[in-house]
């Protein structure tokens, strides 16, 4: 039963709330998109937008409430590409408090909070600790094709499509270590 309908910009792609507010991340559709919709449920209303990197595709909370939304940019098979962002919001006014830009050229994604560490997928997979003012130069885990990752509980998930043509890979890899845990079979692209 739909209860309401609110109508948002282009290419809303991922969704997250926190106790009042629910913030809609605007990767775009036929165009890219670089704001992220700020929306009271209890009027259905949208209360602002706010600018970020173009093409947000990932959005996540950490311990102290602050959003921070990674950008992977403008891919280069379009005329004007553009590099990612990491852009930290301050949720008491919606405002951005700090971004970190990666360089030209690079295009994040996925990214994901587990205790005080954040990760994300940047050909290969990186570590930033909360409060970081710079974005690391060296990766975690490397050699990784991941279609989507997550963190829980000091595991990285991550899972491959390989061909496209068969089964793909669920992996898991120790973040103390780094290394992977264990290997299995999933489904079609995953």
Do not use: R
Request: aromatic fraction near 10%; charge should be negative.
């Amino acid at each position: 039963l739909v209860s309401a309908k609110i109508a948002v910009e282009e290419g809303p792609d991922q969704i997250i709330s926190n106790e009042n507010t629910i913030y809609v991340a605007h990767a775009g559709g036929y165009n890219q998109n670089n704001i992220v919709s700020v929306i009271d449920p209890n009027s259905n209303e949208i209360t602002t937008t706010i600018t970020v990197g173009d093409v947000p595709n990932s959005m996540v909370f950490d311990k102290q409430g602050l959003l921070y939304v990674l950008s992977g940019g403008i891919p280069d098979w379009k005329e004007n590409e553009t590099a990612g962002k990491l852009s930290i919001v301050n949720t008491v006014n919606n405002t951005i408090s700090s971004t970190l830009e990666f360089e030209e050229g690079q295009h994040p994604s996925y990214l994901s909070f587990d205790e005080s560490v954040y990760y994300y997928l940047n050909n290969e997979v990186f570590e930033l600790a909360v409060g970081s003012s710079k974005l690391p130069g060296t990766s975690k885990i490397k050699d990784v094709n991941f279609n989507y990752m997550a963190v829980n509980n000091g595991v990285l998930y991550g899972v491959d499509a390989g061909n496209y043509t068969s089964n793909g890979t669920l992996h898991s890899f120790d973040l103390t270590t780094n290394l992977e845990k264990n290997s299995t079979e999933v489904g079609f692209i995953p």
